[in-house]
Nanobody, 124 residues
């Protein structure tokens, strides 16, 4: 069993930055691919970024490429999402997800565990 707790969301002006954190419990974190997804009001949950177990492989949605960076610290069982140059369209609830013993994937169904989400609001 893996529990995930996101933090770091908030209200920021367009062009600003936020850093999201996702703390994981359980012994499989260092063997898990991790992903970030987001869901805006009235929309489906979409892929944002993913990282493999070692941090050597990352994968981004086109909409955030060059602005967002995913990273992880296996010693702290934490995955991060650094978000720069934020836009109003980045407003959403951001979720982290874990895929134990799996490779990086962009599909929701590939992930076994989910956090409760953290709200990010970007004002124009």
């Amino acid at each position: 069993q893996v529990q995930l707790v996101e933090s770091g969301g908030g209200l920021v002006q367009a062009g600003g930055s936020l850093r999201l954190s996702c703390a994981a419990s359980g012994r499989t974190f260092s063997s898990s691919a991790m992903g970030w997804f987001r869901q805006a009001p009235g929309k489906e949950r979409d892929f944002v970024a993913a990282i493999n177990w070692s941090g050597a492989i990352t994968y981004y949605a086109d909409s955030v490429k060059g602005r967002f960076t995913i990273s992880r610290d296996n010693a702290k069982s934490t995955v991060y999402l650094q978000m720069n140059s934020l836009r109003p369209e980045d407003t959403a609830v951001y979720y982290c997800a874990a895929r134990p013993y799996g490779s990086t994937k962009s599909s929701l169904g590939a992930y076994d565990y989910w956090g409760q989400g953290t709200q990010v609001t970007v004002s124009s």
